[in-house]
């Protein structure tokens, strides 16, 4: 073998080592009705776990819940989380009696953890944010994001490490940040 074939040959493999060393995250769906100022409240509603199949990964709602208050943190006035899985109805009257400006409902549609590293089938999310004025019950944003795990994994990674790139696209174009929920 001649060396200029070794070296496209390494130059391949390469590509793809590299190519299974990122996650892939795509945007099902998007509608952006209005965006919203900072500095503004929210009230997070808490979502239910998610289920692959028979398996509820207990717990994931509430990693889904706390990754959407880390992501608004830096940009709101007033932060309130459900105490509860609650119905949106609910959630409206507990925003409303707090004064709070928007309610963010965050749902979880698919949540599959893999043993990656040896199966090589990715770990895989898919989200579904909105975000409703509280006075009026407008819907402002609609968003569904899903996003799968690098195949070149050591183990470590699951759904959960998927969540804070999705969140932080959904918050930064609800807030006017970014135009472009694909950015």
Not at 86 to 97: H, K, M, P, V, W
Not at 137 to 142: E, G, Q, S
Request: with cysteine.
């Amino acid at each position: 073998m001649t060396f200029r074939k070794l070296g496209i040959l390494c130059a391949v493999a390469m590509s793809f080592t590299l190519g299974a060393c990122s996650s892939k995250y795509r945007t099902d769906d998007h509608q952006l009705v209005q965006t919203v100022a900072s500095g503004s409240s929210f009230y997070i509603m808490e979502p239910k776990d998610g289920v692959f199949g028979n398996i509820n990964y207990a717990g994931s709602g509430q990693m889904l819940f706390t990754e959407v208050q880390k992501q608004l943190v830096p940009y709101s006035s007033e932060i309130v989380k459900a105490t509860e899985v609650e119905s949106r109805d609910q959630a409206f009257a507990n925003a409303l009696t707090q004064n709070i400006d928007y309610l963010i409902d965050p749902q979880i549609l698919h949540w599959e953890d893999r043993a990656t590293e040896w199966s090589g089938r990715p770990d895989r999310i898919t989200i579904q944010y909105q975000a409703f004025d509280v006075n009026n019950k407008a819907l402002l944003a609609n968003t569904t994001l899903s996003a799968s795990s690098k195949w070149a994994t050591l183990g470590g990674d699951h759904p959960v490490d998927l969540l804070p790139v999705p969140t932080s696209k959904f918050v930064s174009v609800l807030l006017g940040r970014s135009v472009d929920i694909n950015d």
